[in-house]
């Protein structure tokens, strides 16, 4: 039998277990052009808020009894697909079950024999994606420059400071407490990172970045965001990839600092990983390179078994995780 997790109903606030429902159902068959795959990884995914929020997003929400949403790493059990076989190796849009069968254009094959199966679900999936194209293309650091990135022990926090140290320029992190602030440094390789629960967060970061910052990688927005914009030099750039502080607010935080973004010409600019679906192939092999090499490093925070996932996705947006947070399904 398959068992998968649905949607009970929309979260008020904060996300509560009682939201989510287990079923159980048959283990489908795939049809002509479908596959089956068996899933070994759920990822947990901090965009997950907004699909179970009734607010307009950027993509259409989870419906009330549908299976969650989400991304898994498998193997292929059944192909009635000419790309695919038994044993393949997948990453695919499963939502939250252990089994999915669907349309053979969907799934996508990943060469698992160098790096774990899961890692497609992080530094080398899509959140190393989104650190890879939001430095790339709106960050855009010159060696040399002071790039900062907030929730800088995440999954995608940590690719973005790696790369950042990759491409010769001053990497700050901002994380919440000494182990991650340690981990980002000691073992990520960042030149600092400053514990934003520990107060003094504006002398501390300023101290952090004597010049000034040309690039903020912005994951987590409100406060942090507010005092980035103090410290932040001409022409510098802001790449807004997440605002997780105001995911579970009633209310947003309300930036007040709006005024550097106009005396300092700053570039502003949301991002959404998708818009650069054309160039994946050039992140994978890039993140793979580093990755390979020992220059990209990575932590999983991992929860066991599908019937703990909805514990894993709140505690992921209470910043329980510690690194790339999955759900080992088997
Ligand atoms: N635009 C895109 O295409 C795209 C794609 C992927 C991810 N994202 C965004 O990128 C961000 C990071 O995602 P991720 O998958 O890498 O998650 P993650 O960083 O692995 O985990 C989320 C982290 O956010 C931090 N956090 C949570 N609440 C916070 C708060 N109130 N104030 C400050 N920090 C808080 C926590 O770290 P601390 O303990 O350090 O606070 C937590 O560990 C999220 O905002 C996500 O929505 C955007």
């Known amino acids: 039998m398959n068992k998968r997790i649905v949607l009970a109903s929309y979260p008020e ?7 989510f429902r287990v079923e159980t159902a048959p283990i489908p068959k795939p049809g002509e052009g479908e596959v089956l795959v068996k899933n070994l990884w759920l990822s947990l995914d901090p965009y997950m808020r907004g699909r179970i929020s009734q607010q307009k997003s950027y993509v259409k929400g989870v419906e009330i009894g549908e299976v969650m949403t989400g991304e898994t790493a498998g193997e292929v ?35 698992a024999s160098k ?31 002071t790039v900062v990135v907030s929730a800088a022990s995440g999954a995608v926090g940590s690719v973005v400071g790696q790369l950042a140290r990759a491409w010769g320029c001053r990497a700050v992190g901002i994380a919440g407490g000494k182990a991650k602030c340690d ?8 030149d ?40 932040m030099n001409l022409r510098s750039r802001i790449a ?16 007040k600092m709006f005024r550097s973004i106009l005396v300092n010409r700053i570039k502003v600019q949301g991002m959404i990983v998708f818009d650069w679906q054309a160039r994946y192939p050039e992140a994978n092999q890039a993140l793979l390179q580093l990755v390979t090499s020992g220059k990209l490093k990575t932590r999983e925070s991992v929860v066991e078994g599908l019937e703990n996932a909805p514990k894993g996705l709140i505690g992921l947006l209470k910043g329980e995780n510690f690194g790339k947070q999955l759900v080992r399904l088997a």
């Not at 959140?127 to 060696?143: L, S, V």
């Not at 990688?217 to 406060?223: A, C, I, Q, T």
């Not at 807004?240 to 930036?255: H, M, Q, R, T």
Request: glycine fraction near 14%; proline fraction near 7%.
């Open 77 to 111: 059990l059944e192909s009635r697909h000419p790309g695919f076989k038994p044993g393949d190796k997948v990453t695919a849009p499963s939502g939250w079950q252990l089994y999915w069968c669907g349309k053979g254009d969907l799934p996508t094959k990943v060469d």
């Open 115 to 145: 790096v774990p199966l899961s890692y497609f679900l992080g530094c080398l999936g899509m959140p190393g994606r989104t650190a890879y194209f939001g430095m790339k293309e709106i960050c855009a650091p010159k060696p040399g420059e």
């Open 13 to 19: 606030g904060w996300v509560t277990e009682s939201n």
């Open 240 to 255: 807004i990839c997440g605002l997780i502080s105001d995911y579970n607010a009633k209310e947003p935080y309300g930036v």
């Open 192 to 231: 600092a990172c400053i514990d934003y629960k520990a107060g003094d967060l504006f002398e501390n970061l300023k101290a952090a970045c004597p010049k000034g910052v040309d690039a903020l990688f912005e994951n987590v927005g409100g406060e942090i965001l507010d005092t980035m914009l103090r410290l």
């Open 183 to 190: 981990y980002v440094v000691k073992e990520l390789g960042f």
